[in-house]
């Protein structure tokens, strides 16, 4: 079953089942909307960094032990870690945890999840995230899957300032039910018709309390619970450690641009044309890296890759895949701009040299703006272009800011401009990974745009118009992102509630 009708299959009786804001939906964090502890990540981003001082350090990994070899209970460990925050300003850790969002968390959400999360938010249920992490881990990872609701242990906090306290009860075994019913309580929701994600058995009251409870990637205890009361378990492998296979997938594909090239140059020099080599080159290394690591296309709108050429192919930049995906889609006489960093990657720069890849220095406007009339030179002799007008890959894969130099080009050699939107590519490979992930990438061709009739005074406009024709396919309905909704902070602890802890 390749990855798209896995997720349709996983995704099937979200779809089937009972719609509306009165059914809840909700997720753990650790080992099932991410790979991995986010505390983890939290840590130790502190301590390499030398933001941790050593009493910090030292109670913290007090409480850890203890709480390890069975010695006190969530809370009782939680009241140690935080005690070293005393005096700290809370703008402090809301900063590390983007921080650490951006640069380890983002690429360890499973894609999987993010189907559910979309899934359920397609039927209009009340998502929420319901962790014993803190609001500066979860809320980055809220504001990406665009979860309103967050359900965590809180820290209190008095003018801008931690106390060193806990608010109770900590959002943990039986305080995670707590807050979900406190939620129902509030907008109305069916807990008999709710679903709730965790790969915890400690969090069995709150598989008790809904519907439809869904381990998910459990832990021993909760596999053994799962199995005797027979509720469905999900395990994803799109994340974490990748497989022997995966990796040797990988090295296969990374590989075969050696061939590929090789037989490219072969083609030019007996026909006498670079033209007829690239194109080899670019449809077979295209043919043969999708073919090993598994990667699948599922377009809509195809037809608009052939319609009108040459053209400015424009597409939103998620992966370092990008690259082989367009050479998958575009097939033969076209060219791309690429940053000035990839002419010196021993394997890609000369084989993308020899393409005619033209690379500007993003660092000096002068100096890219100068280095794109060899790419007006190609539209001119019948190459089409593909450039990435985000100019950077996203962290998360929500569309960034577009820069004008596509624009600027299109209009320069009078040819349309087509969008290219790609809604999945960080499935197969996230920013900063090396392993290719089997999958299938759905991707967006829309129609071109003619471009003959704009003028510079009027650019901006258009820009905003073409960037809102992706976020109609990447955000349909949802353009403005929701702020994440975190209950009003209490000055003084609540009472605690009985606990399972």
């Known amino acids: 079953m390749n990855s798209a009708s896995a997720r349709d299959e996983l995704t099937r009786e979200i779809r089937e089942g009972a719609a509306g804001p009165k059914v809840g939906a909700f997720f753990d964090v650790d080992q099932t909307l991410l790979a991995g502890f986010s505390a983890t990540s939290f840590w130790q981003e502190r301590l390499l960094s030398g933001r941790m001082s050593p009493r910090e350090m030292g109670e913290g990994l007090a409480g850890a032990l203890a709480f390890g070899l069975g010695r006190t209970g969530f809370s009782g460990f939680l009241a140690t870690s935080v005690a070293a925050y005393r005096g700290l300003a809370e703008s402090v850790l809301e900063e590390l945890g983007e921080e650490v969002y951006r640069k380890h968390l983002a690429k360890s959400v499973f894609p999987e999840s993010r189907a559910l999360v979309e899934a359920h938010k397609a039927c209009g249920h009340t998502v929420a995230i319901v962790s014993a992490a803190t609001h500066y881990q979860v809320d980055p990872l809220a504001r990406d899957l665009g979860i309103e609701h967050v359900l965590c242990t809180k820290l209190e906090v008095e003018r801008g300032i931690f106390t060193g306290r806990v608010h109770h009860p900590t959002c943990y075994g039986e305080g995670k039910a707590h807050y979900v019913r406190a939620l129902a309580a509030e907008r109305g929701l069916d807990l008999d018709e709710s679903w709730f994600y965790t790969d915890s058995a400690y969090d069995l009251p709150l598989l008790e309390a809904v519907g439809n409870p869904r381990p998910t990637n459990p832990d021993a205890s909760l596999a053994g619970l799962a199995k005797d009361r027979d509720w469905p378990v999900r395990r994803f492998t799109s994340r974490g450690r990748p497989s022997l296979e995966q990796m040797a997938r990988s090295a296969l594909s990374y590989a075969s641009l050696v061939p590929s090239v090789a037989a490219g140059i072969g083609v030019a020099l007996l026909n006498r044309s670079r033209r007829d080599g690239v194109n080899l080159t670019i449809s077979s290394w295209a043919d043969l890296a999708t073919s090993f690591a598994q990667i699948d296309l599922r377009i809509e709108g195809e037809e608009h890759l052939w319609s009108q050429r040459p053209a400015v192919f424009v597409f939103n930049h998620q992966s370092s895949v990008d690259t082989v995906l367009l050479a998958k889609l575009l097939r033969r006489d076209f060219t791309a701009i690429g940053k000035q960093e990839l002419k010196k990657n021993p394997l890609f720069g000369p084989a993308f040299a020899f393409a005619g890849v033209v690379f500007i220095d993003r660092s000096d406007t002068g100096k890219a703006i100068e280095a794109m009339a060899p790419a007006v030179e190609a539209l001119q002799h019948g190459r089409s272009i593909a450039i990435a007008p985000e100019g950077t890959r996203s962290v998360t894969g929500h569309l960034g800011p577009f820069k004008k130099g596509a ?81 009003r902070r209490r000055k003084r602890p609540a009472p605690p509630a009985e606990t399972a802890e």
């Open 407 to 487: 624009f600027h080009l299109a209009m320069q050699a009078g040819v349309p401009i087509v969008p290219v939107v790609f809604k999945n590519a960080l499935d197969v490979l996230p920013r900063g990974g090396l392993v290719l992930r089997p999958a299938t990438v759905d991707v967006v061709v829309l129609p071109p745009i003619d471009t003959t009739a704009w003028r510079r005074e009027t650019l901006d406009a258009h820009v905003a118009d073409v960037r809102q024709r992706f976020l109609d396919v990447l955000e349909p309905g949802a353009h403005t992102p929701k702020k994440t909704r975190r209950p």
